[in-house]
């Protein structure tokens, strides 16, 4: 079944730790998302990207990164300029047009 | 900038009841989308209803149904006949038509009372 894959479920980053969250999708999508949701808030956007090799930042983007090498890939470091990582991290695609986002189930980050 | 506001953070309804979600949106657009995602306690994101700009009629899927009202820029999602299962977040979603980039409300939470 076509869908969208994260990984993993859970992790956890020391201080002063690189981590990176996995996100792969098989719908054949043209554009990927992150959004980061802390508890009880809305999604607020971190990075999206249209098309392989391009990428643009959204509305909190300062502490991560971001890469799309390949269409069906899209890879979320939390950097430790992060300072406050803990969060739960959604990743989405979409085709454009009237067509909605799908989400992957999402990978939940915590501060050892 | 687009913004999207949904004021009530909290609604209550009885079972078998219906309730109006409200979501205002501010654009000055003429080709968007919008969208209401539902989001249970298993944190799926699982969408229930979209609507084109260009469309004048009202978005309908099942029990749900939508409140297009663009001069006013609000898109209320209408739930009937509430079942328990209707608990979660819900978020109301703007796009443009000219970009990719999604912009969400700050959701507002049903709670459906047995």
């Known amino acids: 079944d076509g869908g969208i894959t994260q990984s993993p479920k859970y992790l956890f980053r020391k201080e002063g730790q690189n981590v990176t969250l996995s996100c792969e999708q098989n719908?054949?999508?043209?554009?990927m998302y992150w959004y980061r949701q802390d508890p009880g808030q809305g999604l607020r956007l971190i990075y999206y990207?249209?098309?392989?090799?391009?990428?643009q930042k959204g509305d909190i983007a300062e502490g991560y990164s971001v890469s799309r090498e390949k269409k069906e890939s899209f890879p979320l470091t939390v950097t430790s300029a992060q300072k406050n990582p803990t969060a739960f991290y959604l990743c989405a695609s979409s085709t454009g047009g009237t067509q909605p986002q799908h989400f992957g189930d999402g990978t939940r980050l915590s501060i050892l | 900038a687009q913004t999207v506001t949904q004021s009530q953070p909290e609604m209550s309804v009885q079972e078998a009841e219906t309730v109006t979600l409200s979501c205002t949106y501010d654009?000055?657009?003429?080709?968007?989308?919008l969208f209401w995602y539902k989001q249970p306690p298993s944190r799926q994101m699982i969408l229930v209803i979209r609507?084109?700009?260009?469309?004048?009629q009202n978005a309908t899927e099942n029990r749900f149904s939508v409140n297009f009202q663009k001069a006013a820029k609000s898109f209320s999602l209408k739930i009937s006949d509430s079942q328990l299962g209707d608990a979660a977040m819900y978020f109301c979603?703007?796009?443009?038509?000219?970009?990719?980039?999604?912009?969400f409300g700050t959701g507002t939470r049903l709670k459906v009372l047995a």
């Open positions: 609507q084109e700009a260009y469309k004048q």
């Open positions: 654009t000055s657009e003429s080709d968007y989308y």
């Open positions: 719908l054949n999508h043209d554009a």
């Open positions: 990207s249209q098309i392989v090799n391009d990428f």
């Open positions: 979603a703007y796009r443009s038509g000219g970009t990719y980039k999604y912009i």
